[in-house]
Every structure is written in C-alpha cells, then in structure tokens.
C-alpha cells in the first residue's frame, strides 16, 4: 500500500486524479491540497467522490512526506515550487507543462516566459508509458505530456519511428471544455462554449511543441474547442513515404501497440465506429488510434481520440504510477468507458 | 423613427434588445450603454451584430434624451436609478424584477431586501400584451415580467380567468442557461453546467411571486436548469373544477389567445411537436402554450414554452413598445424560429 | 466463476450488461443473443468493449444452458417466450416490463394489451435490493424495475413507508434519449431529440404504475425527454403528514439508506451539486436522493437521480445477481461516475 | 408577386426554403410536395411554421405550373426527372448534388454511379451570388452548391483568384447533423450521434470535388460530424506564396467581399469570437470568413462558417431567386442569427 498524495486536488485533473486513486486498490489517498478550498471535503468539490472518501483538502503547507507526490497545479508555479515539491516524496508525477519540454529555449518559446528551473528538465522522465516503459520502473521525476500532445504523439510516433511519413505533419486537434480547467471565465461560460466551434489557437499551440520533440516531426497543429465536456481528437495528415501502403500502416500500429493495453487500433472499412471518437472512452484510459490511406495517394489521414482527463493526464499518471512501483498496469484503470454515453 | 436606447446593453437580455432593435424599421438605435465595455463596438460583444451596426457602448453618464428607454440593469441597481432613467426619456420599459411586483412587502419577501422605490410601484403597467394591451397602448412606465413568469402567466391566466382550476397549482419550470446572464461564474461554467439537470430552486423562486399575482392562483413552483442555451418551459398540473373537460380548456385558450399574434396553442393528440417546445422557439417572439387532461380524472397537466430572451423578455419589451408607439405588433419580430435546430 | 448469458445483447440496456459482465470478476460471460447482429463481434456493435471481449453474438435458438439468464428482449415477446427462458438457467432475471406488475389487470391497464403469461406473475421477485434483499437471496425469477420507476421508488418508498405523506404525489420524470432504445426513428432522430424538451407522457406512462404498487402512493406521473443520453431524474412533490418537517425526512432516508451501498443522501443547504443531478452519475450504479422542505409549509420536493442503464436497469441486475449469488453486492459495480461529465 | 413551389419540402433542406419562402414578401408559396405527407398540413411537419402557413403538402404529381421550382430531392432522382421539373416553371433552382458538376467523369468518380443527363450539365449555372450574380441574373437553371463546398469555395476562392496560394489544401470540414437529412438511421439516432466526433469521410467526400472545380485549387478534405444541429465549419490550411502576408489575405477578401451582403470577415487579434464559429450563424445567411497567418512561415489557416441549412443550401437558393428576379438581394433573408445560442 503507497501512501499518495495530490497537490492541486480540486482542479479538473486533479479532481480525476483522486478519483482514480480513490479506486485504487494499492494506493492510500494521504491528501490532497487546495487553496481555494482547504478544509472542505473533497466530495463537496467532486460530487462523484460522495460516499467513496472522506479526505479534506488541506492547504499546501501542510504537506508532509509520502511515498509518491502527483502535482497538478498550474505551470510557472509548478518550476518554482519543484524544490520544495521534491522533498515531499522520493516519487514525484508531474501533470503541468513545465517539465515536458526538454529545452528551456523551446519552453520559452512557446510559453513566452523564461524557464525557471532550467536546471531540473533533463532530469524528468516522460510519462509517456508506451513509449518510456523502461525508464519509468525506476524514474522518481516523471512529467505527464499534456492531453493533446499525448493523443498526437501516440498517433504519430509509431509511423515516424518506422521511417514512413515524409515532410510535415498537420494536426488538427480538437478538445473538450474541461481541458481549459475549472476556473470559470468568459470563455468557458456555458452560454459562450456550449456548442462552439472555436478556433483558439490557429498555430503555436504549446502542444505542437511536445509533439514535436516526441516524434522528431515538423508538426503544425490547430487546435478548436467542440460541445464537449471530456475529450480530445487529433487528425493528422501526413505523406507517406514510397510504397508505403495502408498494410505497412497497420503492421507499424501494431508493432508499437500490440501489447499495449490502453492503446486500440481502430481502423475498420465501415460502420459508425470505425474511426476513434472520444465519445466512448470518457473516464477510460484508451487511446484508440485509427488511419485512413487515400486510394492511389500517399496521402494518409491519421487519427487519434482520449479523454483528455484520463489517458490525456491523470490516467496517464496513474499508468506511470503503477510502472514505478511495480503493480500492475491496469490497476485502478479498468473502466472501459460507456456506450452509448 | 423612434430614438430608442438601451441601458445594461451587454448582458444577454441586453443583447437581445439590441438584435431586435438594429433590425427593427421603425427604430433608430440611438445608444446602448455598458461600464465594462463603454467605448468598444457592440458588435465585438455580439458577435451576432457584424455587419449590422456600427454603434458603440457608452458609459451610463452619456445618456442623452430619447424617445424610449429599455433598462436590461441588474435588480436593486434599477430602483436606486429608476429617478433617473425616468427624465431620459418619456417611456420607461423595464426588464429588471424591481418593478414587476405590485407589493413592497412581496418584493421584500421574495428579493430578501426592502424595495427602495416603493411609491413607484403603482406606476408600472406590466409588459405582457395579451393581458395589458389596453393599457400599454398609453403607458410610459412598463415592467416586463421574467421569463419563466412569462410563460406560467401565459398558460395559467386563461384557465385561471374563466374559472377552470381549484386548489393549488404546482410549476415544473426548466431553463436553458442564458437565463443566469453573461456573467461567468462557477455555477455557469461549461464543464458543471452542461448536461445538467439542475434544480436551482426547489421553492420560492421569484417567478412565482410573479405568477400568484397574474392570476391570482396559489403557486408552488420549482425551477431546474437543463442542458438548452435558450428555452423556458413550465408545466403546470392543475386541478379542473367540477365539470371542466379538455374542450373547455381548448375553448378558454381559444377565447384568450385566437387573436393574438404571439401565443399558440399546441395539444394535438400525437406527433413529437405534440405539445410546446422551447427547441424550436429559439429567437422567435412565440409562446406556445398546451395542454392534457388524464382521461377520466379532474388533473390536467398546462405546458408552456418560448424563448427566455425573446418572449420572455426581449422579445415582450419590442412587443410592448410597438403597442405603446401605435406600430403593428409584429414589426420586428418576425422570426419564426428553426426545424431542427 | 458463474456461465451467464444475456439476451438482447445489441440494444442499450443489452450493451450495458454486457460492459458490466465483461468486467465482474465472478462472471464467464457465455453467451449473447442478436437476431440482427448475430455473428458479428459484440465490440462491433458496442465499441467501448474492443479489446475487452472476443465474443460474437449468437442467434437466441443458439442458447443453451447457464448458471444465469439475464433478458434483455422487448416487453410481450418476453412474457410470450419466457417458459423457453426458463429452461436455459436456474435463475433469469428480467428488465423487461413484463413481470413487473403483479395485476395482469394494472398491466392490461397501462400497456394495452392483456398479459400472456399471468400464471407467471406472482413467481417473479422485484430486482430492487434496497426493499428486496433477503427475498433476492434465493430468487430465481428476478424483474428488474423500470428506469424511471426505479428513481421514483428509491425516492418515495422511505417517506411512504414511514408514513411522512400524505395524499397524492405527483412525479415530474426527465429522461435521456438511450431510455428509448437502439432502434432508430422520427422520435429519436439526433436533429429532433437534440436539445428537445419533449412531454412525451403527460400521463398514464407504465412506470407510473411500477411507483403506486411499490409505495402504496396515489401518484401522477408525467414523462419528458431532457437533452442527455443517459440519466432519469425524478421531482416528487409530496404534501408532509402533520408535524412532519426536515429533520424527520432526512431520518427516514437515512433509516432506509444509511447501509445501502447504493444510495447516497444528497440533500445540502447550498452549492452546485446540493441536490441529484444524472450528470455526474453516468456509468455509476448509485441512485442519489435527496429533499427539499418550503419553510413553514407541509410541501416537500423529493427528488432522485440515477443513471438508466445501470441502477436504472443492469446494474440493479447486477447488484441482485451478487445478492442472489453471495457475492459482494458491489462487485463489478464500482465505477463511482465523473466529474465533471 | 411570385408564385413558387418546392419539391421534396418535408427533408430538412426542404423545410428551410418553407421557412424563408413563408417569410419572403415577394413570393407566394404555391405548392410543396411530399409523397411521405402528401395531404398534411406543412406546418405538421415543421412546427416553427405553425401559425404561418396553412399550406399542406401534395403528391409530386399533382405540380402545376409556377413562376419559380425548388428541388430539394435526392440525388440520382433529381437527375432522373430534371426533365419533367423543367415543365413546371420557367426557372428551376436545384439543391442536390446532380447538377453541380460540369463533367460527368467527375461525377461518376465522386458519386459513384453514371450521370443520367450528362446533356443537362452545361445549362445550369451555379447558384453562388458571390462568383456568378450576373449569369445569375438570367439564369433559369441554378445549381446551388452543397453546404461544406459553400464554406470552402467562399473561404478559398478569393485567395485562390489572387494567385496567394501554391499547392495542395488541406480542408477539415465539420458539420451538423442535419446536413445528414431528415431520415432516420443508426448513424444519426441521438444516443449515438449526441457528442460524437465522427471522422465520416476521411477522404474523397463530394464536396471536395466542387470546391477543387470553383477553385482550380488540389483540396484534400476530410469530413467530420461535430455535436450540433445546424453548423459548417470549415479549416483549410493553405501554404502562401513568396511574399504573400497577412495583409495581402486581407486585402483579398476585401476585393471579394466588401460588397457582399452576405460575407462577413471575421479574423481578429484575440477575443472568443475572434474566427468565424457557426454556433451564432443558426438561420441567418450569413457566411463568415477569417484566416491566420504564423508569423515567419507560409502557413495560412483559412476559416470558413455558415448554417448548412441557410447559406449552405436553402438561403442561397433564396438569394439567387432575388437575383434572378430582380429583387433586393437581402429579401428574406435578414435574420442575423443570435447570440448566445
């Protein structure tokens, strides 16, 4: 039994974090910190948690040592206080921006702020399991890649490790109002982002960057708000290299995800499903990818769908938990998702 | 022409009032103040408006002299400054709660604060035209009810008026989420408000006040907010008096509402637009009203719906001025609304 | 491990089970049953469970025999084929209509046609755990109640065999469209349900008469389609027996409740989630109840919430299948829902 | 005064030119057939009508002759009876997709059947007031371009035009489900269809013809379905050629669009609304265009949004009509959509 706790528990990931380790049958929720709301109980915050925990949120000073630490607070604060946060665990799973990009110019770039603890980056492990399995059984420093970049990357590395994609890549990624967090403004009021299809990043998106660096492409990513609550999808279109085909598409897919168990191949010839759509795997940690080759074109169409809250964020966490400590991977993260839902 | 303005013109009442009025023949939008965007184009808040008028929000202090004033101020505000809205123009349409209800006391029991304009109260004429026109057509002070008052007063006066109803009556009122207005708050967030089935005031909603003194009935009513952007519907169960059947409810409806050009009535035996539906009313100035007697028992079931922002509001205060200015009923207000939509 | 087959398996209520079953740790789900889709991968038709199950639907002439039968087939073909059900597992339960209503009288009454099999009536155990369990433990004809009739019970059962109301009660009862079935039509076309607020029962719906056999309650029932696909709320308006108030309420809920693993009291002073919402309870197994008391006032709002297809109907399933088997009741139920949703 | 009829007036597209053609005060709608509803009332079927027209529906057959034909049939049907449509009126204004190719080789790669009057292809002129008001101004045979190809040929062509681009475009083209027509199906049952993400056409889709034929441009396009009634949305990713900037963009749609009645340019430094969004375009006629450049590169974002129904199909056909007829451009048509919705 681990003893956990969770910095910034009252946002949206860290509200999923503590659902998923709530049911986590290895894990004791030690605590979970708010400013806002220290001192009310965590079930008055998210009501999906009544009757499954007692905990309060506490405030951030009251913090004391645990085996793993999961940060969910928001970026710039999160590289200040990362001294301070590493010494509450020996484990510490990161979920801001602040330590998924490797170079401090990039971050800079596409923060548009300076990198704080430029010193720390290179020693944060991606947590990314698909894709740093290995590194993560004994990583103590893991940064969780951000929700979009998680559904991009794993659609797009596994045909860029096989050398079949040439030239750039285009995203277009389209998410759920939950990813822009629980603070209320205008922009996500319910009259303004209900049924909107809003463009709010036409290029630049911090992201891409990620993507980026994960798949060493040359990545541009759009990205716009659709009426959901939970969900990201990205399509992405690449060219092909010569001769290759859909065939050597599937073979790559499968290679990189066969025995994955949170990433499905999706890519049937019909049926209302046969593409990935996050409609399905709310509160699942799948990622289904999919692709569709044009016929007699080297124009393929890659797609991938997640709930941003799960296998884009604190599911992800919790998967990279669960390496680190030697559990199962599974654990805690069997919910397949509802249909229809 | 008429020189009309508009106070409190960047709220979604506000809004309304000014979609209708750009679009309105007789009417030369003369100013629309705002605090928060004094100096910015209308057009950048309601984005609605492009291309439609060039006007720009000016401070409250700008108010110059105009033919008619709609006031789209928060309660409380409105009573406090009723002094001065009223040397801005001849007629006064009011929007707000403070002038609906005719009893201070009322007012005080219901707002939870005294009412500050008390000896004013008298002077108001309310803005529903199917039950005011006489009076409107000379009224220089109007106060429009609120919207889901609206709807309950639409489709309870008539039974109530021809004694078809004893006892109490109890209102299911459902309302999208503009009816909260256009300031962003936890409650009104994307991600807690969508898809919900909120039930924001089990009891003494002020509507009700509203719907007691209209018709004079004892009303118990709840209010739930629903996952709708726009819409209001009501529905009342309400028990017949001795002998009452559906033909006489039919008849009632048909005496009240035959020739009036804004209300119908909707009670077919079957199809899915059976009975009222704000879904198809969106931006249309209609109240549909209905109704179902159960076979063989004296309880019947009234059903209401329109557009919040319309009917009830907007949509009403148009309506009124037309009367009050000798215009014909409709102009401005031809929208029919959309199927789907 | 228990051999268990459902049937009906392609349609919503079918789906449901099969994710639950798929996922019990005590279950070998053996079988399903699709007339259409026979043949065809269940996660082809139901794609949250690709990856989770390789089984094919089968044709119902396929079935053989099994510890469990789960009948998910349309209400009078149910009652017509139910003695060959009987013969394929010591123990079926049913979530048809069929057999929830013990007079074939109230059937013939409320589904308008005559019961085909009323000899079977009074062998059949309701499916509802919280005032059936130690009947349920040793039950091998189980009806699972209907969705929204579920919703009601749990919500006015306590207050009713308590003895706190009195007179009739009325039950304004929302829906999602998954409530309606699988099958595609006018109704349930995605253009007309969407962001419909549809009275498609003003009365006389068949739950209503599930709600008066198990409270002993005159009740009044109206049904209306909400924009949502899943969850059933209910609005019970109750008039309190004298010197009933609160306090008294709460202690009747909590007598009845207070060790349910499924029922959860959700009756707050204030705040978002003071009262049931379905929004946060898709895929959880709990119905939440809560109450609302006008100061002063023999009037109460009962109100409850729950998802359709789980405590709505298979996860009840599944809960009086533990209970029938000795299982731990929460077994294979322990999703909690999401927030936000 | 004219007199019009509509074939095919119960689909949706159908039921908008009802809409429009009740409203228009220079048309008097004559007939609208419907073989499903022939002898039902209009308003039946579209309840937004009710109130407005006391027309009803008639059998195909019983047409006769009118200054003006609608054709909102299916296609390959169209084709098989243009020859008889023509008998009814001098001018035919068509909306399905038979007639909006020039080359018959086109069409049978995209349709995947023959063309049936290939003889006809050559007589129609394409009913987009923007690039052909003035063969439309004689033009008895109109063609009215479907909806996603309104959107991209309105977003792309004025680049186009001006030589600003090179190469292939890329086009995510979003929609709602009405574009999918009044009949039900699994694809478009509400429980599915409700918040999906549906990548239905990954390539290859109709539309994409019509705009690589308006524009001369390569366009690849993929198409998905989006959570939304009403609603094109269109994202096309253009690289510009060498010196071509934001300004040069800008200036291009001004040459385009500054007389437009019915284009608006919406692409702005920051704010929600800053893209063009299809969530405030439901019922107007409005087609709003932006575009963003990433500073440094070549890479341009082209946005393009209508309503499917309105400026996608059914208000583009009215305002060819006015065209045709010599009335004013905007007669009709004036709704300006609403905010918020």
Wanted: net charge neutral; aromatic share 6%.
């Amino acid at each position: 039994m681990m003893r956990v706790a969770v910095v910034g528990g009252a946002g949206y990931i860290g509200g999923e974090l503590l659902r998923l380790l709530v049911g986590h049958p290895e894990v004791e929720l030690a605590a979970a910190t708010s400013r806002s709301f220290a001192g009310r109980a965590v079930a008055g915050v998210h009501p999906n948690l009544r009757g499954r925990t007692e905990l309060r949120f506490c405030e951030p000073a009251a913090l004391g040592e645990y085996d793993l630490l999961f940060l969910a607070a928001p970026h710039r604060e999160t590289m200040r206080r990362m001294p301070e946060f590493l010494g509450h665990a020996k484990t510490v799973i990161d979920l801001s921006g602040d330590f998924r990009l490797r170079s401090p110019e990039v971050y800079a770039d596409y923060y548009g702020v300076p990198h704080e603890a430029a010193d720390l980056l290179d020693s944060f492990t991606p947590g990314l399991p698909e894709f740093h399995r290995e590194e993560l059984r004994t990583a103590d420093r893991i940064s969780v890649p951000g929700c979009m970049a998680t559904a991009g990357i794993l659609t797009l590395a596994p045909v860029a490790r096989a050398g079949l994609v040439e030239g750039e890549v285009t995203v277009d990624a389209r998410t759920g109002s939950s990813g822009s967090g629980a603070t209320a403004g205008p922009g996500n009021l319910h009259a303004e982002r209900s049924g909107a299809l809003r463009v709010f990043a036409p290029n630049r998106h911090r992201h891409e960057a990620e993507m980026a660096q994960a798949t060493g492409l040359t990545v541009r990513m759009t990205a716009s708000g659709v009426e959901a609550v939970r969900g990201v999808q990205v399509l992405c279109r690449v060219r092909l290299a010569d001769g290759v085909d859909e065939r050597a598409l599937r073979a790559a897919y499968r290679t990189s995800y066969q025995h994955e168990p949170f990433v499905r191949i999706v890519a049937e010839r019909r049926g209302l499903h046969r593409f990935p759509d996050p409609k399905i795997l709310s509160g699942s940690n799948f990622c289904d990818v999919g692709f569709s080759v044009e016929t007699g074109s080297p124009h393929a169409l890659l797609i991938g769908a997640l709930d941003n809250l799960v296998k884009g964020g604190a599911g992800n966490a919790v998967q990279a938990m669960n390496i680190r400590c030697g559990l199962p991977e599974h654990l805690g993260l069997e919910f397949t998702g509802l249909h229809p839902n």
